[in-house]
């Protein structure tokens, strides 16, 4: 099974940048999307960014364009959000997670099967 793990969460100031990394280990993603979603309080989970595993495809939320990549690396088993010029708006705990369905789905947090278990991102005015 599947197993997520998320770091790089923390407090920075508005205009500052954060890596996220999405540590996975327990099976394999060659066929899998795999995708960021954030949630801020009292706010439902929304899409952020997602990436296919083989690399050749990437979506992004429309909030985040410009500001926010995704990448992966095979050696390490591990996705990472690049989050460039962040906005107090950007506030909230950050998860990745495993989709299996393909591309049709990467926006909807329903199709998503495996997840991790959050980290926090501060941006203060």
């Known amino acids: 099974q599947v197993q997520l793990i998320e770091s790089g969460g923390g407090l920075v100031q508005a205009g500052g940048s954060l890596r996220l990394s999405c540590a996975a280990s327990?099976?394999?993603?060659?066929?899998?999307?795999m995708g960021w979603f954030r949630q801020a309080p009292g706010k439902e989970r929304e899409f952020v960014a997602a990436?296919?595993?083989?690399?050749?495809?990437?979506h992004y939320a429309d909030f985040v364009k410009g500001r926010f990549t995704i990448s992966r690396d095979y050696a390490k088993n591990t996705v990472y959000l690049q989050m460039n010029s962040l906005k107090p708006e950007d506030t909230a705990v950050y998860f990745c997670a495993v989709e299996p369905l393909g591309t049709d789905y990467v926006t909807r947090a329903y199709a998503y099967d495996h997840w991790g278990q959050g980290t926090q991102v501060t941006v203060s005015s």
């Open positions: 990436i296919a595993w083989s690399g050749r495809y990437t």
């Open positions: 327990g099976g394999t993603l060659s066929n899998y999307v």
